[in-house]
T-cell receptor, first 112, second 115 residues
Framework: AQSVTQLDSQVPVFEEAPVELRCNYSSSVSVYLFWYVQYPNQGLQLLLKYLSGSTLVKGINGFEAEFNKSQTSFHLRKPSVHISDTAEYFCAVGSGTYKYIFGTGTRLKVLA | NAGVTQTPKFRVLKTGQSMTLLCAQDMNHEYMYWYRQDPGMGLRLIHYSVGEGTTAKGEVPDGYNVSRLKKQNFLLGLESAAPSQTSVYFC??????????????FGQGTRLTVV
């Protein structure tokens, strides 16, 4: 069975500071990994994805993530956050079983 | 581009009432999903479909039924609503490429309150 763990339920950070949101997964098969962002009262929007190839993937809004197979991690990073990055972020894993399993989410709060 | 459209966006039900949530996608995707989102629990898969006429149970299927009579539509039914089904419901769709997986595309959600 697959699972996704987002250890940090909330992350406060000051504007223009760097941020890392952690995601660990478990799976017995090859996986695809995703980060989604959800702004208040909206649906989920894809930030970035890892399907294969380079382990460092870049997404929208200046975010990037690194797939680490040995540590089964896919942490999301941004070197300098903005107030507009305040949102909830979800890590997800998919596989050939056609299902996507989501973590419990991390609320990023950017402080002025 | 419409993408994934959910109807309705908001609904209040009384305990015991029934309703159907409609999801429509215009991307010709094979796979469709229904998730529920609850505070602190992320998104949990209710049911999913890998093609027209086929459905399967996800993590939390009890109290829900689904149908996929047309490729573009995926319906979620609540036969007898309970307060525990108060949640935000998201529909998603995806497709398979020659190299394997892709991301899921989400609708804007349906906020359901059962009183």
């Amino acid at each position: 069975a697959q699972s996704v763990t987002q250890l940090d339920s909330q992350v406060p950070v000051f504007e223009e500071a760097p941020v890392e949101l952690r995601c660990n997964y478990s799976s017995s098969v090859s996986v695809y990994l995703f980060w989604y962002v959800q702004y208040p009262n909206q649906g989920l929007q894809l930030l970035l994805k890892y399907l294969s190839g380079s382990t460092l993937v870049k997404g929208i809004n200046g975010f990037e993530a690194e797939f680490n197979k040995s540590q089964t991690s896919f942490h999301l990073r941004k070197p300098s956050v903005h107030i507009s990055d305040t949102a909830e972020y979800f890590c997800a894993v998919g596989s050939g079983t056609y299902k996507y399993i989501f973590g419990t989410g991390t609320r990023l709060k950017v402080l002025a | 581009n419409a993408g994934v459209t959910q109807t309705p966006k908001f609904r209040v039900l009384k305990t015991g009432q029934s309703m159907t949530l409609l999801c429509a996608q215009d991307m010709n995707h094979e796979y469709m999903y229904w998730y529920r989102q609850d505070p602190g629990m992320g998104l949990r898969l209710i049911h999913y479909s890998v093609g027209e006429g086929t459905t399967a149970k996800g993590e939390v299927p009890d109290g829900y039924n689904v149908s996929r009579l047309k490729k573009q539509n995926f319906l979620l039914g609540l036969e007898s609503a309970a307060p525990s089904q108060t949640s935000v419901y998201f529909c998603a769709s995806s497709y398979i490429t020659g190299t394997g997986g892709t991301e899921a595309f989400f609708g804007q959600g349906t906020r359901l309150t059962v009183v």
